[in-house]
Each structure stands twice: as C-alpha cells, then as structure tokens.
C-alpha cells in the first residue's frame, strides 16, 4: 500500500514539471493528445470498415461496386493514417517532453548547489550523478508509457466494449471489460509484487556505480597502495549482487507476462467461441464474427506488451522517486532568500563572539571563539593539526550552522544575511584544492568569468605560474584532468591563489594556501602580495608561521580553544604555544636549508 502511495506520489511531484506555465508547451501537449484521440478514432473505425468490407464480399451477389470500392480505399487509407498519426504525435510531443526534461534535470541542479555541505559530505557523488542521469530516463519511460500507452488502450478498450454492446449486445462488452480487468488486477498487483526486486536491483546498481566511480576517482590511491586486487574484489562483489537481484526481477516480471499471456488467452477463446457458436445458430455473418475477433485481437498485441511497459513505468518511477527524495531534502538554511535577507556590498568587520560548533555531537571542534577582524587587517590563525582552523572559514561561508554563538559581518548576524551577497565579497584558497577539468586558463577564469585575458594573466603571473605554464606543451590550454591530477600539489595550489587573486574580493582567506610550495616560491608569491595586504583583509590559517608573522593579530588554536592571542613579537615573548611552534617551524628551516 505504501509503495502505492509513493508512486502516486511521485507522478503528483513530477507532473508540474511537465505541465509547466509555459503557454506554448501546453499547446504542444494539447496538439498531441488531440493526436491520441484521432489516432484512437481511427483505430475502433478500422475493423469496422473491414466488417462491411467482408459482408459485401461474401454477398451472393457480390461484385465490384462503387461502395465497395470506396470501403476497400477507405480500409487502406485508415491504417495509415492511423500510422501517420502516431508518428506526427511522437513528432510533435517529443519537443515538450525534452523541454520539460530539460527543466526537471535543470531544477535539480540547482538545487542540488542550494543543499548544505553535509549533503555533500554524506553521500558519494557516483550515486547522486547516476540517480540524475537514470531519473531522465525514468521521466521519459513513466510519460511515454503512461501518457500515451496505457490511458489511451484503457480508453480505446471501453469505446470498443460500448460498440459491442451496441451491435451484439451487453456480453461480448462485458467479457472484453471482464477479461481486461482481471488482466488490470493481475498485472497491478503481480507488478508489485515483482518490483520489490526492482527496486532493489535499482538500488544496487546505484551503489555499483558509485563504487567504481569512488574508485576511478582514486585511482592515483589505487596505485599508490598496489591496492587494485583489493578494488576489484570489492568491484565484483558489488556486481555479483547486482547480477543475482537484477536476474530476479527480470525473472519474477517474465513470470508476470506469462500470467499476463494465459489471462489474454482465456478472453481470446472466450469472444471468439461464443462469437463462432453465435454465428452458427442466429443471424450472425462472417462479417460480425471479423469485427468481434478484429477488436480482441486489436487489443491482445498491446495488452500483452502491457506487462513490459508496466515493469518500465516501475522501473521509472523507482528511479524518480530516488531523485525526488534528493529534490525533497531541505536546502541549507543559510541559502534562504526571504525579504529580510540582507544584501553587503563592502566589508567592514568580521566577529565571532563566543562562538562553539561540532561536526557530531560530543566531537566538539570549536568552543566559546571569539575574535573582531577590521577591514584592511589581517588575521592569522595557527595551531596543531585538527584544532578546528578550517572550520571557521567554512562557517564564513555559511558551510555550516554553529551550535552556539554569534557571527556578526558589518554588525549583522550572518544568518540574516544573504549567502550570495557573502560569497561575492569572500574569496578563498581552500586547504584541499578541487580543480575542473578544463584548461588552467578557464580554472583560473572560473573566479571572474567576465575578466579580460590581461587580468587573468596578471594574477598568474602574481601567483608564480607563468614560468610553470611556459613549460608546458599546451601552455594555458592545458587541461588540467580530473580534479587537477595532471598537475603538483604546488602547481594547484598557485592556480588557486591566481584564482582568488583575479576575484579581487573584500576578504582574503588562506587555508594553507602555499603548504604545498618551496619556500623560494612561498617567498616570492609573499612578496607579490605585499602591497594587497597593505589595503585588503586577509584572514591567513597556517602551519608555516612565516606567512602570518606580519598579521595584526595571531590567533593560536588548540583543541578548539584560543589559547593564546596577539602579534608575532608578543607572542614569542609570552614562551607559549605559538613559541613552541616558531622553534619547532626554526629547526625545521634550518635542516631543509643544511639537506
């Protein structure tokens, strides 16, 4: 019953993606139902000229008239203009369906980019691009096999059973509606109880595709660990269950048209015997049992291909539903886009006050953090490995919503402001770098897409990439493979700071943003930003104190906590943590120079 109710569900969800405002997709639909009903019309005509064509034929006095003629004509012209018509309708409703597809897969992503990054984080993405791209077909199967297979034989079916009543009287009509609704009853719930497998195999494939594409993403770990004999193990465990699942729903719906075929058997000799006998012992003709057997048989070619349809419609229905539950998921709250919201156009202060978040409960990450960064300041922020520096930079952006605490930005609460208007004024160079895979050029283009070909070049030159670019065969058109593989750890992280750099936003944030380089080129890309850090805000998170030690303020973390607050020289002064970590970065320097 719940499976029911979901199925009705989803159509209900689904069908104003196809019904939409648009004035002309409406008329295109309304054109090509008309279509059906034409095609209908011709299609209950079709036996019955070949009734009157028969009766005149096995006349006595048969002969080639003028009527028969006509009828004969007539009988050809019918079919196909019934074919003809069925082509126009496909022809026809092809181009509102691609279009209502088009807005359906468009809608959802966007949403998809409006969902928290928990979302993200939660599920693999092989699962969620696989769902995508099978609900386009699961949209296509449940529109062309509802919309325009089985309405229209349901309808066709009780205009035929209506003119056997007409012409023979109620039984043969109540032995076609009869005959096709146990076939209705048999097939909806034999179906049902056939796609509990379907359902799963469904389910199974999505997971098999999200773990080959998991692991083509690694591939590089793969290899690095001489892991292959182990992915391909667990590739073909996955596929091995795919198999049995997808072999048992394919088995238990051939046992469902099986049952389909005997139920369309049994009507077949029912019609056609009581058909025969009637023609035999009153004044039935030869032309009225062709009639009779014309529409059974009219009907058994789609009634018996009923079964495959119906398994397609499931099959797309689950396939939507998955994707409908993804298009149901909540949008991040930050990304709400009420009146209220207000827009910045500048930024003139960042506060947390008393700020604590945690990823899980009891996994606190940071507790009661409070800091005021002016704008044309810099912060920076330094601590041990997991003492929660990223994470301020993510609730910047709004990644995620802090359990307790405030964020203030320009003297309003963050959650009040707009999430667009905060990306705009925020640029980031990430601790882990994901890169498109496209040219350096149209990666570093992404920051600015309306940037003029000088700028871009300016930022990478700032970034120390022009003399890496040169070498290079292709030199900006390099592509740089899937999430920047083609190129270093340092390589990416430059393109990274080119990117922001070509943005120009109010505030810079540097997550370990030169971890990966030498320290001649760290050195030199400091240079380069020396006067940006003169007129910009920067909020600088390192390891490498070096490039913090001229911020206005330092903020040392550990376990979540500010421990320890001020500039380099006070703090080295104080003999805390953050002096521990200037020796130890000291000592470090000093061997890498002596290697």
Not at 323 to 329: F, L, V
């Given at each position: 019953m719940q499976d029911r109710f979901n199925n009705y569900k989803v159509i209900k969800d689904v069908f104003p993606f196809l019904w939409t405002k648009r004035e002309k997709i409406r008329k295109l639909f309304l054109v090509a139902f008309g279509l059906i009903f034409i095609s209908i019309g011709l299609d209950l005509a079709a036996p019955m000229v070949l009734k009157e064509i028969v009766s005149k034929l096995s006349s006595p006095h048969k002969s080639m008239t003028y009527q028969l003629s006509l009828l004969l004509v007539a009988y050809g012209i019918i079919w196909m203009l019934s074919q003809t018509i069925q082509q126009a309708r496909q022809i026809i409703m092809v181009r509102p369906l691609e279009k209502s597809i088009r807005f359906f897969c468009f809608k959802l992503f966007d949403h998809l980019h409006s969902l928290p990054m928990k979302f993200h984080l939660d599920r693999k993405t092989g699962v969620i691009t696989n769902a995508l791209e099978r609900a386009q077909q699961g949209f296509t199967d449940v529109f062309w096999g509802l919309f325009l297979f089985i309405i229209p034989t349901i309808i066709e079916l009780f205009l035929a059973a209506t003119?056997?009543?007409?012409?023979?009287?109620?039984?043969?009509?109540?032995?076609?509606?009869?005959?096709?609704?146990?076939?209705?009853?048999?097939?909806?719930?034999?179906?049902?109880?056939?796609?509990?497998?379907?359902?799963?195999?469904?389910?199974?494939?999505?997971?098999?595709?999200?773990?080959?594409?998991?692991?083509?993403?690694?591939?590089?770990?793969?290899?690095?660990?001489?892991?292959?004999?182990?992915?391909?193990?667990?590739?073909?465990?996955?596929?091995?269950?795919?198999?049995?699942?997808?072999?048992?729903?394919?088995?238990?719906?051939?046992?469902?048209?099986?049952?389909?075929?005997?139920?369309?058997?049994?009507?077949?000799?029912?019609?056609?015997?009581?058909?025969?006998?009637?023609?035999?012992?009153?004044?039935?003709?030869?032309?009225?049992?062709?009639?009779?057997?014309?529409?059974?048989?009219?009907?058994?070619?789609?009634?018996?291909?009923?079964?495959?349809?119906?398994?397609?419609?499931?099959?797309?229905?689950?396939?939507?539903?998955?994707?409908?539950?993804?298009?149901?998921?909540?949008?991040?709250?930050?990304?709400?886009?009420?009146?209220?919201?207000?827009?910045?156009?500048?930024?003139?202060?960042?506060?947390?006050?008393?700020?604590?978040?945690?990823?899980?409960?009891?996994?606190?990450?940071?507790?009661?953090?409070?800091?005021?960064?002016?704008?044309?300041?810099?912060?920076?922020?330094?601590?041990?490995?997991?003492?929660?520096?990223?994470?301020?930079?993510?609730?910047?952006?709004?990644?995620?919503?802090?359990?307790?605490?405030?964020?203030?930005?320009?003297?309003?609460?963050?959650?009040?402001?707009?999430?667009?208007?905060?990306?705009?004024?925020?640029?980031?160079?990430?601790?882990?770098?994901?890169?498109?895979n496209t040219t350096i050029y149209e990666n570093v283009l992404f920051a600015r897409p309306n940037a003029h070909r000088e700028e871009v070049e300016e930022a990478i030159e700032l970034a120390q990439l022009t003399s890496v670019i040169k070498r290079l065969p292709c030199h900006y058109d390099t592509v740089v493979g899937e999430r920047g593989l083609k190129l270093s750890g340092g390589e990416k992280q430059r393109i990274a700071i080119a990117r922001v750099l070509l943005k120009q936003p109010s505030l810079y944030i540097f997550d370990e943003a030169t971890s990966s380089l030498d320290l001649s080129t760290e050195k030199i890309i400091m240079r380069n930003l020396t006067p940006l850090l003169k007129t910009s805000t920067f909020l600088i998170i390192a390891h490498r104190l070096t490039t913090v030690m001229n911020a206005d303020e330092i903020l040392v973390l550990h376990r979540g906590v500010i421990e320890e607050r001020g500039t380099h020289l006070s703090l080295l002064k104080e003999q805390g943590i953050y002096a521990s970590l200037w020796k130890a970065h000291e000592e470090t320097y000093k061997e890498s120079n002596a290697a």
């Amino acid at each position: 019953m719940q499976d029911r109710f979901n199925n009705y569900k989803v159509i209900k969800d689904v069908f104003p993606f196809l019904w939409t405002k648009r004035e002309k997709i409406r008329k295109l639909f309304l054109v090509a139902f008309g279509l059906i009903f034409i095609s209908i019309g011709l299609d209950l005509a079709a036996p019955m000229v070949l009734k009157e064509i028969v009766s005149k034929l096995s006349s006595p006095h048969k002969s080639m008239t003028y009527q028969l003629s006509l009828l004969l004509v007539a009988y050809g012209i019918i079919w196909m203009l019934s074919q003809t018509i069925q082509q126009a309708r496909q022809i026809i409703m092809v181009r509102p369906l691609e279009k209502s597809i088009r807005f359906f897969c468009f809608k959802l992503f966007d949403h998809l980019h409006s969902l928290p990054m928990k979302f993200h984080l939660d599920r693999k993405t092989g699962v969620i691009t696989n769902a995508l791209e099978r609900a386009q077909q699961g949209f296509t199967d449940v529109f062309w096999g509802l919309f325009l297979f089985i309405i229209p034989t349901i309808i066709e079916l009780f205009l035929a059973a209506t003119i056997l009543c007409y012409y023979y009287g109620a039984t043969y009509g109540f032995i076609l509606l009869f005959i096709a609704a146990v076939f209705v009853v048999f097939t909806f719930y034999a179906t049902e109880w056939a796609s509990h497998f379907q359902i799963l195999s469904n389910k199974q494939e999505l997971n098999t595709n999200a773990n080959i594409v998991d692991s083509l993403l690694n591939f590089a770990s793969v290899k690095y660990f001489n892991n292959k004999e182990y992915e391909l193990l667990k590739c073909d465990d996955h596929l091995k269950k795919r198999e049995h699942l997808l072999v048992k729903s394919i088995s238990n719906m051939e046992l469902v048209r099986t049952g389909q075929s005997f139920i369309i058997g049994i009507g077949l000799v029912l019609l056609t015997y009581t058909a025969g006998k009637q023609a035999l012992s009153s004044g039935f003709d030869v032309s009225d049992f062709v009639l009779i057997n014309g529409y059974v048989l009219q009907f058994a070619t789609p009634l018996h291909h009923i079964g495959y349809i119906i398994r397609d419609i499931r099959k797309g229905l689950n396939e939507l539903a998955n994707i409908m539950e993804i298009y149901k998921s909540k949008p991040a709250t930050s990304y709400h886009t009420e009146k209220s919201s207000h827009s910045l156009d500048k930024l003139e202060s960042i506060e947390f006050e008393n700020v604590s978040f945690e990823y899980e409960p009891s996994h606190i990450v940071l507790k009661n953090v409070s800091f005021n960064l002016q704008a044309k300041k810099t912060i920076g922020i330094v601590g041990t490995t997991g003492s929660g520096k990223s994470t301020i930079s993510n609730l910047l952006f709004k990644f995620f919503n802090i359990n307790s605490g405030k964020i203030f930005v320009n003297n309003k609460d963050i959650q009040t402001l707009s999430t667009e208007s905060l990306h705009k004024l925020f640029g980031i160079v990430p601790q882990d770098i994901t890169l498109f895979n496209t040219t350096i050029y149209e990666n570093v283009l992404f920051a600015r897409p309306n940037a003029h070909r000088e700028e871009v070049e300016e930022a990478i030159e700032l970034a120390q990439l022009t003399s890496v670019i040169k070498r290079l065969p292709c030199h900006y058109d390099t592509v740089v493979g899937e999430r920047g593989l083609k190129l270093s750890g340092g390589e990416k992280q430059r393109i990274a700071i080119a990117r922001v750099l070509l943005k120009q936003p109010s505030l810079y944030i540097f997550d370990e943003a030169t971890s990966s380089l030498d320290l001649s080129t760290e050195k030199i890309i400091m240079r380069n930003l020396t006067p940006l850090l003169k007129t910009s805000t920067f909020l600088i998170i390192a390891h490498r104190l070096t490039t913090v030690m001229n911020a206005d303020e330092i903020l040392v973390l550990h376990r979540g906590v500010i421990e320890e607050r001020g500039t380099h020289l006070s703090l080295l002064k104080e003999q805390g943590i953050y002096a521990s970590l200037w020796k130890a970065h000291e000592e470090t320097y000093k061997e890498s120079n002596a290697a």
